[in-house]
């Protein structure tokens, strides 16, 4: 059963310190893996798409990393800001064999960063 | 280019009632899909439309349609509305021979 699953469920941490969200994913046929940012109330925004052959993606201060052996995604956030505060979104993509995608989502990390 | 849109972005039914979302994807993008969020599940895909026509569909009740017209704007319709109903439904965007999913800011639906 394709399934994505993130840990942890929610998180509070200080303005200034780093911190991980971890994706267990178990998809397949598996083709990119994608870290969304949703504020309350809107629509996800990407912040790194990954595919099979990639370990690491940055943008900005979010650094993915992708183990496609484990099957393990994470996403680690350095020198947390307030606008940090959101839900975190991990995505796993299936190629189908239309041609098409299937997407399969995490329920997400809530995040909340304090001053 | 301007982002996806969706109107409108808050709407009040009462239980029994239909409604009608829309959505207008990116300029150039032909793939829309729809979302469904609530705070227990998490987003649940609906279904997806390409070039008018439907090619993927999730888990949900016939009441839950929709279709895409021929500029690639796509409508969501639910009708019969029940409460469990309320949620966030977003609609997303994708390129011809892309992968990457372009959402929209979302319609906040309250059933009452």
């Known amino acids: 059963k394709n399934q994505v699953e993130q840990s942890p469920q929610s998180l509070i941490i200080l303005e200034g310190k780093n911190c991980t969200l971890q994706c267990n994913y178990t998809v397949s046929p598996f083709s990119n893996l994608r870290w969304y940012k949703q504020d309350t109330g809107r629509g996800p925004v990407s912040l790194t798409i990954?595919?099979?052959?990639?370990n690491t993606k940055s943008n900005g201060r979010y650094t993915a990393t992708l183990d496609a052996d484990t099957k393990q995604s994470s996403l680690h956030i350095t020198a947390s800001q307030l606008s940090d505060s959101a839900s975190y979104i991990c995505v796993v993509s299936a190629a189908l064999t239309s041609g098409t995608y299937k997407y399969i989502f995490g329920t997400g990390t809530r995040l909340k960063v304090l001053a | 280019k301007a982002g996806v849109t969706q109107t409108p972005r808050y709407l009040i039914k009462t239980r029994g009632q239909q409604v009608t979302l829309s959505c207008s994807p990116i300029s150039g993008h032909r793939s829309v899909s729809w979302y469904q969020q609530t705070p227990g599940q998490g987003l649940q895909f609906l279904f997806e439309?390409?070039?008018?026509?439907?090619?993927n569909k999730g888990n949900f009740p016939g009441r839950f349609s929709g279709r895409q017209f021929s500029n690639s704007r796509s409508e969501m319709n639910v009708s019969t509305l029940e409460l469990g109903d309320s949620a966030l439904y977003l609609c997303?965007?994708?390129?011809?021979?892309?992968?990457?999913?372009?959402f929209g800011p979302g319609t906040r639906l309250t059933v009452t």
């Open positions: 439309y390409f070039s008018e026509t439907q090619r």
């Open positions: 990954m595919t099979f052959s990639e």
């Open positions: 997303a965007s994708t390129p011809v021979g892309g992968y990457e999913q372009y």
